[in-house]
């Protein structure tokens, strides 16, 4: 019996040390496997353990973590990694070769009309971004120009009224065969070349109101209207018979003068004649009718305005026989 119980008691002794040796051995194996400080793989051993607002603390410990650094009010620092040009590849030897800038910039800047304008003066620019070209026709009205701008040579219809332009030179229209009509209202004009208009052979209507002329040029053959009021225009400075050649004239305008005569004779195709409140006190028996030709009748002039003249028309009877219908004015 005895022996029995000591051979028990032998046969349980190497199984209690295998056990304490395995534990021993696992203990030893989980130790190396633990990662040191730093290491970036270092994984949190939980094993069992149940997160929860108790153990909080003791399975996650943050006290080891850098807090984030305040940096106050100092500016984040840039780095500049280099202050080398931009580079462009050349077509021809395939080397990169440095881009510089413009040594002339030029500002642009917007327009109304969606046209985009240089800084450089207005001379310096083609017409048609200074003016607004539409088809054939150009308007420079109102901006300031002080001389006419050179022209397309399509040009037919030009509009430049309320500018400062002061005199009109021969090379003006140089070319310009197919203006029909020059409208230079409300400008500075006090001079005009004797040959700016005459070799427009085209021009129709050319309208010179409220200018500051003295004399008139030579007119081309063609024009049918004609209009120079609120000038300084005297006799003087209309050419004897300037207009008898006009065979086309229909419309002469010539009233807020100083002319002190009529300035007949006048073509027959002349429908209206404007000459008032200028300084005229007489006038020629035949300055519109022919003496000789008392059966003859003006049909087409029926518009005659002398009005605003130191005159008395009464005393002229035999310059209107060959008129239908008597001139507006004083004749008292």
Do not use: W
Request: hydrophobic share 35%.
């Amino acid at each position: 019996m005895r022996l029995l119980a000591f051979l028990s008691l032998l046969a349980l002794v190497p199984q209690e040390i295998g056990t304490a040796s395995f534990s021993t051995k696992e203990r030893k194996r989980r130790e190396e496997q633990v990662p040191e400080e730093g290491d970036a793989s270092e994984v949190l051993p939980l094993g069992s353990d149940v997160l929860s607002p108790d153990n909080y603390g003791e399975v996650i410990d943050l006290s080891n973590f850098e807090e984030l650094t305040d940096y106050g009010h100092q500016p984040p620092e840039v780095k500049v990694t280099s202050l080398a040009p931009a580079t462009r590849i050349s077509p021809t030897k395939g080397t990169a070769a440095p881009k510089t800038p413009s040594s002339n910039p030029t500002m642009t800047r917007p327009t109304p009309a969606g046209l985009i304008l240089s800084s450089q003066p207005n001379h310096g620019l083609p017409t048609c971004l200074v003016c607004v070209c539409l088809g054939s026709s150009v308007y420079c009205d109102d901006i300031d120009l002080e001389d006419i701008p050179p022209l397309p040579g399509r040009t037919a219809y030009l509009y430049a009224r309320f500018n400062r332009i002061r005199r009109i030179r021969a090379e003006d229209f140089k070319g310009l065969t197919r203006l029909k009509r020059i409208d230079l209202s409300s400008n500075l004009i006090s001079y005009i070349d004797s040959n700016a208009f005459c070799l427009l052979h085209a021009l129709r209507d050319l309208i010179l109101q409220e200018n500051l002329l003295e004399a008139l040029p030579v007119l081309p053959t063609g024009i049918e209207i004609l209009d120079a009021r609120l000038n300084r225009l005297r006799s003087s400075g209309i050419q004897p018979a300037a207009f008898r050649a006009l065979g086309k004239l229909r419309f002469l305008y010539l009233s807020d003068n100083l002319l002190d005569s009529i300035p007949g004779p006048f073509p027959l195709s002349l429908r209206s004649l404007h000459l008032q409140n200028n300084l005229i006190e007489t006038m020629q028996r035949d300055v519109f009718c022919d003496p000789e030709e008392h059966k003859y009748t003006r049909r087409q002039l029926e518009d005659i305005r002398l009005d605003g003249n130191p005159i008395n028309l009464s005393l002229f009877p035999s310059a209107y026989f060959c008129l239908p219908r008597l001139p507006v004015g004083c004749y008292t």
